[in-house]
């Protein structure tokens, strides 16, 4: 799915206006309070080293994707995540990232 790929690559490269881009305004709210706070601290965010994706479910209006990845925090320490991403369909007919369960994988 495109917007995880841009979602990463946002994040890898510390742009903020792009990672804003893919998220729904709940996410942000509910996340991260605000998009000012994105803007202020994308440079504290760490690298994601790769990503693993299934698709799990695709409706008219939402999808579900399963994902599994690898991501290194600014200090060096690697951490593996699991869990579902939700992508919601906007009125412009665009994805945009919803929700996102996060676990620690093994």
């Known amino acids: 799915m495109s917007v ?9 490269e510390q742009d903020p206006e792009t990672y804003i881009s893919v998220l729904n305004d709940y996410f942000i709210l509910v996340t991260y309070g605000s998009k000012k706070y994105i803007r202020q601290n994308i440079d504290q965010m760490g690298t994601i080293n790769s990503v693993r994706l299934h698709v799990k479910a695709i409706r008219s209006y939402y999808s579900i994707v399963e994902y599994r990845l690898k991501y290194t925090e600014k200090g060096g320490q690697e951490i593996k995540f699991k869990g579902e991403i939700i ?20």
Do not use: C, G, P, Q
């Open 87 to 106: 992508l919601e369909r906007t009125k412009d007919n665009e994805w945009k990232i919803y929700f996102v369960s996060e676990e620690i994988a093994e």
């Open 4 to 12: 995880i790929h841009t979602m990463v690559t946002a994040i890898n």
